[in-house]
């Protein structure tokens, strides 16, 4: 059975091409807008089990055009806290609000507000299929006009949901990772070029270079901070040097945006977890990392688990104790602070979990440490760090911000 025909299969149980760029008159050398954090709690059950439901997925589905997905058994509702962008599709435009997720590539729409053709939508006849773990759409690839912020580009292949789960109060997802990731997601077979892949085919920004800038959450609603840079990075939203290590070539973390890192906790340099490949997340909420792993941050912490909100809990004694986390990547180590790694309190509510309660943001990837993606560094980690990911140069950059040592929590 063809990748796709499994995916189709799975889409049904559980209730998504090459692009011929045409000219634009638009040439950025960059090309920033803002992003929104999104809240959206109705109908999640555990802040936890959507991203280990994500996690899974993320390592089948990298064995590119082989996957081993099955179904799953209990779908999530939901996506807790998201960072949208406004994207306008067609001629005349629609304005669609999409998640920025580099763990996946296809951008399409129709979750919340269904696709309209337009006069420059094109129906490719394909159809096209893909599954978040936390969610999944299926439906029909077009080519049309695609416009985020100043970066206009024709041709793109976008697919129409006819059928979506998984997702409420966004309309789709714009797909940032690396272009490998959308082979066999379409009936047609063969990858899909990307929003940045014909960004730069066509000229509109010089670089195949993502900068992502996040703040940290300080209330709940939607919120303008955060910003995505197409074609370099934004040297205003970091603090002293921008570091690059190269991408992981342990699979199946070599498929996304991978690293290699180790973590210790404390000024003893207890470690946490040992060198080891994973991922670099923006449609992961929560920090990740390997169960024998977390099983030693748990005793470190005194953490223990909330059955709310699945994260673990801890006294106003416990975080008075609590110490730094250190992310070794590269030749550079950045502090994850107690403040850090706390879930802000202003949104517990939001995740099921009681005010004044105080949860870590640090949980289960799911699995033991050795297969290959041992940690995703969810957005909790990118609101303290600058992240660059080079595709071009096989590359991720981390800088620190004005938040990293903040304590907004």
Same mark, same amino acid.
């Given at each position: ?11 049904a149980?559980?209730?998504?091409t ?9 040439? $950025?050398?960059l090309?920033?807008?803002?992003l ?29 055009g082989?996957?081993? *997905? ?19 599709v ?15 590539s ?24 893909? $599954? ?8 029909? $690839? ?15 292949? &976008?697919?129409? =949901?006819?059928? =979506? ?11 940032l ?55 370099g990075?934004?040297s ?22 991978? &690293? ?26 929560? &920090? ?35 110490q730094?986390?250190?992310f070794? &990547? ?6 994850? *602070? ?9 949104l517990?509510?939001?995740i ?23 940690f ?11 992240? =660059?990911?080079?595709? =071009? ?11 990293t ?5």
């Amino acid at each position: 059975m063809t990748r796709f025909s499994a995916l189709l299969a799975l889409c049904a149980g559980a209730l998504t091409t090459n692009v011929v760029a045409s000219p634009t008159v638009i040439r $950025e050398s960059l090309v920033t807008l803002p992003l929104a954090r999104r809240l959206n709690a109705t109908g999640v059950r555990n802040i936890v089990a959507r991203d280990q439901a994500r996690a899974k997925v993320l390592k089948t589905r990298g064995n590119v055009g082989n996957s081993k *997905t099955g179904p799953i058994d209990d779908p999530l509702d939901d996506v807790v806290v998201s960072y949208t962008v406004d994207v306008k599709v067609g001629t005349p435009p629609i304005t669609y609000t999409l998640i920025v997720d580099t763990g996946s590539s296809n951008t399409w729409v129709g979750a919340n507000q269904s696709y309209v053709a337009t006069n420059s939508s094109v129906d490719t006849g394909d159809s096209v299929f893909v $599954e978040y773990g936390s969610g999944g759409f299926v439906g029909e $690839e077009y080519t049309d006009t695609v416009a985020v912020g100043k970066l206009t580009i024709a041709n793109q292949s &976008i697919g129409g =949901a006819y059928l =979506a789960y998984g997702f409420s109060g966004v309309d789709g997802i714009l797909g940032l990772g690396p272009t490998d990731l959308t082979n066999g997601t379409t009936s047609g077979g063969g990858t899909v070029p990307t929003v940045l892949d014909n960004a730069v085919t066509l000229g509109v920004v010089k670089e195949k270079t993502l900068g992502i800038s996040f703040e940290p959450s300080t209330g709940d609603g939607t919120a303008s901070n955060g910003e995505l840079t197409f074609g370099g990075t934004d040297s205003t939203k970091f603090t002293g040097k921008l570091d690059y290590v190269p991408f992981t070539s342990t699979s199946p973390a070599s498929e996304y945006v991978g &690293i290699d890192q180790s973590i210790t906790y404390g000024s003893g340099g207890q470690t946490i977890l040992a060198s080891t490949a994973g991922i670099v997340d923006t449609g992961t909420t929560l &920090i990740m990392i390997a169960s024998d792993a977390f099983s030693t941050y748990t005793k470190a912490t005194g953490g223990t688990a909330d059955k709310a909100t699945g994260l673990l809990k801890i006294t106003q004694e416990q975080y008075n104790n609590l110490q730094s986390l250190f992310f070794h &990547i590269g030749k550079n180590t950045f502090e994850l *602070t107690p403040n850090a790694q706390i879930w802000p309190r202003a949104l517990n509510t939001a995740i099921g979990g009681q005010d004044g309660n105080i949860y870590l943001v640090v949980a289960d990837v799911g699995s033991n440490s050795g297969s290959g993606l041992d940690f995703i560094n969810g957005f909790t980690f990118l609101q303290r760090f600058y992240h =660059a990911v080079d595709y =071009a140069g096989g590359r991720a950059g981390f800088a620190t911000t004005s938040f990293t040592h903040a304590s907004t929590n």
